[in-house]
């Protein structure tokens, strides 16, 4: 039975006699240079790839160094670039390019003889390209002329788990913690590895082990030495191991009177601290911190900046070659302040203080994960500030593991967002790679890019079928972030199910349309942060707490509905470039997708859409479980084309997801219409 266990490194049997045939030709034997942690991992996804897909198992022979290239048979040549016949096959500008991390990808032949090279400065990239290669013929692609160039646009590219300690996960829906706190540091379990095989399968190279919410207790002696059997399990697969440093630790910890970061007892017990870390974890990433924010200690409560807190900590992790990625997820819930302004209020003073050992952390949107938000200004804005962008893979905001929304298409949007800050053409991807300054950009540059991870302890480690993708999407996005949603889908759809075309079309076309139908069906033309508000599951656009008031964020009242974000209301628009400003502040140059976020608007005015701003949005809601209606059919028509078990499951699934569009329809369309006091369009009096 198929459980999704083996995710998209399922290595299926390739049954095209002829492909098969090939591939049995050029890959008999295996050839590499000199052993090492990695290159045995790279061999071993090598061997047990190949001989499930061709039923053969590869020999495995050594070349003495420094030896010619030898064309007797047909194989696969692992190599690294400091062996000159190897380097010869290759252009300086080629193998200057990949960097550390990168790979090329040849097949060279000689006479009748043809030889497959994959080729690195180091060992990670040897293992990326084997990962490479395996996805070629994964997708049965020919191997007879690869040219192949690949190097990562970014640095850190790393999943945030917001682990507790107890194993629980904060908005995991996925069961429980991967980390088994009890049996480390004795049991390093088979999975750990196949989380260390997948994420290095697509280029992820960080992980931080607890939830950005943390407890101290991940920086006490005990727990440093599980971490430390983890950090050692990962590091073949080029993982490092990061931990959320929770600031008041050294007065939770060390009984100090105060987390003051400027306060030399505090100086000295993070560098103590950090001293200790590296004893046991060599190859330490840093710290993740979130501080003074939503109740978090921070050196806020000191009166210090988060520039003070943030340098502090890199000073103590600078001299081991540590970062610090510094969150800039603030917000008061303050009667009348607009949330969406509060973060670059806060940070974009600071541009410039920041040690070069410090990361800005932003989410992609100034609130908070939602379905769609204007992208959050602070990308752009920060010109001499390393910036990451963070992600969340996990659906918190998007119907948990129960709806399927691939969010590839979410990460795409984002990334190729333009910011203007330095004329046209400035996109987040640019300002993340830090290429929007040639003049400045140096390789030592810290580029990065985060995702909240979707993995518990489920069988097939995210819940729904269809999360892997987005895990998998993830990791690709931030090797590259100018990658198309659409080839990434493509290739997860047949490495994990099936190549055949009459899956793979289809479903590919559902998955690129799935996320605009949740927002169809929750959040459509700009709305936002309507869920419920204790489980964020659902709608709640009544939602009202202390402090927390769903009103704040849709303003229906008996005018019209939207917030207004232009110089008459919070002109949140002036945190934009002027020429975004100008586009946002115009309802008629906003895009359709967002004039709920940037404008009030009455119930009776003609939108874009040729109808009323109200029978616009009933009419969005409407489509939106229409869509996902159309989908389940879809769904059905693959009926035997893919293994039962997961046919069966997303079946059910898609059913849920039906009716919970429809609860999000009728919740939101009734609460809005005690403001609108309009009746619904004739064509939406589908009841139920
Ligand atoms: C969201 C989420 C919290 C999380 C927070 C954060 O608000 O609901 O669980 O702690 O984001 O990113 O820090």
């Not at 064309?71 to 290759?90: C, M, S």
């Not at 995991?172 to 999975?191: D, E, F, M, V």
């Not at 939503?294 to 890199?314: F, I, K, L, S, V």
């Amino acid at each position: 039975a198929e459980n999704g266990y083996n995710l998209w490194l399922r290595y299926l049997p390739i049954e095209n006699v002829q492909l098969r045939q090939a591939y049995q030709r050029q890959l008999s034997s295996i050839a590499i240079y000199k052993h090492s942690p990695t290159i045995d991992a790279a061999l071993k996804e090598l061997i047990n790839g190949i001989n499930q897909m061709i039923g053969k198992v590869p020999n495995i022979s050594s070349i003495p160094g420094g030896a010619a290239i030898n064309f007797k048979t047909n194989r696969l040549v692992l190599a690294k670039l400091d062996q000159p016949a190897i380097a010869a096959q290759f252009s300086t500008v080629e193998r200057r390019q990949i960097g550390q991390e990168g790979y090329l990808i040849k097949t060279i032949r000689q006479n009748r003889v043809q030889q497959i090279l994959i080729a690195a400065n180091t060992d990670i990239g040897l293992l990326y390209g084997s990962f490479h290669l395996l996805k070629l013929m994964q997708t049965h692609q020919s191997l007879q002329a690869l040219n192949i160039q690949q190097w990562p646009r970014l640095k850190l590219r790393i999943l945030d788990h917001w682990d507790n300690l107890n194993g629980t996960v904060e908005r995991g829906y996925a069961g429980y913690s991967l980390w088994n706190w009890q049996t480390l540091p004795g049991i390093i379990q088979k999975r750990y590895i196949d989380y260390a095989r997948a994420n290095a399968s697509i280029g992820i190279n960080g992980a931080v082990l607890n939830n950005v919410n943390a407890s101290v207790k991940s920086l006490t002696r005990e727990y440093l030495i599980k971490t430390a059997a983890l950090a050692k399990a990962f590091k073949p697969y080029g993982i490092k191991v990061y931990l959320t440093a929770k600031f008041s630790a050294p007065k939770e910890l060390g009984h100090l009177k105060t987390a003051d970061p400027l306060d030399p007892a505090v100086i000295k017990w993070w560098q103590d601290k950090v001293k200790e870390i590296y004893h046991y974890i060599p190859n330490f990433g840093g710290f993740l911190v979130k501080a003074s924010s939503e109740g978090q200690p921070g050196p806020g409560d000191y009166g210090r900046t988060h520039a003070d807190g943030a340098n502090m900590m890199a000073a103590a992790l600078k001299p081991y070659g540590g970062i610090v990625m510094w969150r800039t997820f603030v917000y008061e819930n303050k009667k009348g302040a607009d949330r969406a302004k509060q973060g670059y209020e806060e940070f974009k003073p600071l541009d410039g203080k920041f040690a070069d050992n410090v990361l800005l952390q932003a989410k992609y949107g100034p609130i908070d994960f939602q379905p769609r938000e204007a992208f959050n200004p602070l990308f752009g804005a920060m010109p001499h500030t390393h910036m990451m962008m963070e992600f969340q893979i996990t659906q918190e905001y998007f119907g948990f593991a129960t709806h399927l929304v691939y969010l590839g298409s979410l990460f795409q949007e984002y990334l190729r967002k333009d910011t203007y800050q330095k004329g046209p053409g400035t996109t987040i991807a640019k300002v993340l790679e830090e290429r929007v300054n040639p003049e400045t950009a140096d390789s030592n540059r810290l580029t990065g890019i985060a995702g909240v991870a979707n993995i518990g302890t489920d069988v097939n480690w995210c819940g729904h079928p269809f999360g892997q993708a987005n895990w998998y999407a993830f990791g690709r996005f931030a090797w590259n972030p100018m990658s198309s949603a659409d080839s990434i889908a493509e290739d997860w759809l047949k490495m994990t199910f099936t190549n055949d075309p009459g899956f793979v079309n289809p479903i590919k076309k559902l998955m690129l349309g799935s996320r605009e139908v949740a927002v169809n069906y929750m959040t459509p033309l700009g709305l936002s942060h309507i869920m419920n508000f204790a489980t964020h599951y659902g709608p709640g656009p009544w939602s009202k707490f202390p402090g927390w008031d769903a009103r704040d964020y849709h303003h229906a009242d008996s005018v019209g509905i939207g917030l207004d974000r232009t110089a008459t209301g919070s002109d949140a628009v002036s945190q934009y470039a002027p020429a975004l400003a100008a586009k946002y502040s115009n309802l008629k140059t906003t895009p359709l997708n967002l004039i709920l976020w940037f404008h009030h608007i009455g119930w009776d005015q003609k939108i874009a859409t040729g109808e009323t701003m109200w029978n616009s949005l009933v009419h969005y809601y409407y489509k939106g479980v229409k869509q996902v209606a159309a989908m389940q059919q879809i769904w059905q028509s693959m009926k035997g084309k893919i293994d039962e078990d997961r046919f069966n499951y997303v079946t059910q699934l898609l059913k849920q997801q039906h009716l919970e569009a429809k609860w999000w329809r009728n919740g939101c369309v009734l609460y809005f219409q005690q403001y609108s006091k309009r009746p619904l369009p004739k064509d939406c009096k589908e009841p139920g």
